[in-house]
């Protein structure tokens, strides 16, 4: 589903040159529940934006099911992310001013051809799978911080992602809520077969996805 081949990420200024990450070699397979481990700064975030396709690699090659994504087009490109992948973030990027529903369903807006009794439909189905129905109406800042997070969930399933990619998603909550979004994230890779690849720091999280890569300094080490 995705492969990285000699991938290296080099940011630049006048008077020095960081390189973020190291000649990586990847491949996480359709189906997958993978987690990403290593201490800050070792460019976990910085990989999971080039997977996302946010940001492009200084050199390699980069592939999602199949194709190389070099030979996207700009609007190719954001049609993939909209189509193929959802993102979950650590601080949730919720817009207070928007109800519950009309934030899972704002993605979908970008939809050509996307009536909007679908993009509605879409949206409740996935307040549904994450058990947030009767928070609809609600706005971000009447919810916890657990809740906050499954409405970041259920805006990432609301377009049937191929690959949902989640950069600390438990970071911000404590261990209990921490839990009850890890095992909803299990069970949405049980039940719908979603490619997963989630960053985080807790080695208890990553021990329950199916393969934990380890990074230091912008080098995989396992």
């Not at 971000?140 to 950069?167: C, F």
């Not at 438990?170 to 909803?184: H, K, P, Q």
Request: aromatic share 4%; charged share 25%.
């Amino acid at each position: 589903m995705i492969k990285l081949a000699d991938v290296e990420k080099v940011y630049q200024t006048d008077t020095i040159e960081t390189v973020a990450l190291n000649r990586v070699n990847l491949t996480i397979n359709r189906g997958e529940f993978v987690s990403i481990m290593g201490p800050s700064g070792c460019g976990k975030s910085t990989l999971l934006s080039l997977m996302g396709l946010l940001d492009e690699p200084t050199s390699g090659t980069i592939e999602i099911g199949g194709r190389a994504v070099t030979s996207y087009s700009d609007k190719e490109l954001a049609k993939l992310r909209n189509h193929k992948i959802g993102f979950i973030f650590q601080s949730f990027h919720l817009i207070n001013d928007l109800s519950v529903l009309d934030n899972v369903e704002l993605p979908l807006l970008y939809r050509a051809g996307m009536g909007g009794k679908e993009r509605r439909q879409r949206a409740l189905a996935a307040l549904e799978k994450v058990g947030l129905s009767a928070r609809t109406k609600h706005f971000p800042s009447q919810l916890s911080g657990g809740q906050r997070q499954r409405v970041a969930i259920a805006r990432a399933l609301a377009g049937a992602p191929e690959i949902i990619l989640a950069d600390e998603p438990t970071g911000n909550l404590d261990s209990v809520m921490g839990e009850e979004i890890m095992d909803l994230l299990l069970s949405l890779h049980r039940e719908e077969g979603t490619t997963i690849v989630m960053v985080t720091h807790d080695e208890n999280m990553a021990l329950k996805t199916e393969r934990v890569i380890r990074f230091f300094d912008g080098s995989q080490v396992n």
